[in-house]
C-alpha cells in the first residue's frame, strides 16, 4: 500500500473461537499419582496432602507431544503450603516438584514463581482458593503459557519435548483440593490475551510512505 497524502487507517483482528481442550475424557490418572494423592469428582478433583517432608503428584491421562492445548485447575482449598499446577513428562518422579526436571514446567501457587529445572525463571502473582489456573501447552514450539482467571500470567519458551502431561502437586499438612477441567464442561476463560488489541487505529503522517501490516494472532487449539 503507497500513502500519498496523510491518512488514518482502521483495522479489525479477529481472534477467532475459544482453545481446544485436552481431552473431554481426560482425568488424573489414578495409576500415576503419588499416595498422597485422593481422587473424586470422577477423578478431577485431587485433594493433596503429602507425608511430612515430602511432595505427592499427580499426572493426567491424556498427554501430548504435538499441537496446542488447553485445560484449566480450580483451586478449590489450600494446604499449609500451596504446591504446583503445570505440566511434566512421566519421568517426573511423584515426588518432586512440577519443575524440578528440565522436561517439567510449573507454577508454584504460594508466590506465582515459574520453574523449570528447578530454577525460577520468573515470578508472577500468586493465587489463592477460588481462583482458576489455566495452561496452554505448545507442543509445537515446547512452550507453556499460565494464566489467572483469564489474565496472562507468564508465556514459557522452555524447551518442553517428548510427551508432556497435566500435573499438579502438593505438600505435606493439609491438604489442598484441585479440580481440573479438560474439556467435559466449557472453560471458565479461554487461553486469549485480554490485553491484545482487537481493534485500533494507524495513523500515516507522512505522504509517499509504503506501509506494510501483517497481524497474526495464535488463539491455541492447532500449531501456530
Sequence with gaps: MTVTSPSTFTYTVTLGSASTAISAAATWNPSDKDSGVTLSGGNLTASISASVGSRSVVRGTVGKSAGTWYWEVTIDALGYSPGFIGVADS???????????????????ANGSIFVNGV??????????????????NMTTGAVNFYKNGALL????????????????????????????????????DDKDPNYPATGTIIVTIPAVVVNYTYTYDVGGSAP
Design 91 to 109: 519421568s517426573l518422579p511423584l515426588t518432586d516438584y512440577i519443575g524440578q526436571t528440565s522436561n517439567s514446567c510449573g507454577y508454584w501457587i
Design 154 to 189: 507468564y508465556a514459557a519458551s522452555v524447551g518442553l519435548t517428548g510427551t508432556q502431561f497435566p500435573a499438579v502437586q502438593g505438600y505435606a499438612g493439609t491438604a489442598s483440593q484441585l479440580t481440573a477441567n479438560f474439556g467435559a464442561t466449557a472453560f471458565s476463560y
Design 120 to 137: 525460577a525463571i520468573a515470578v508472577t502473582s500468586s493465587a489463592t482458593t477460588g481462583d482458576v489456573i489455566g495452561v496452554r501447552l
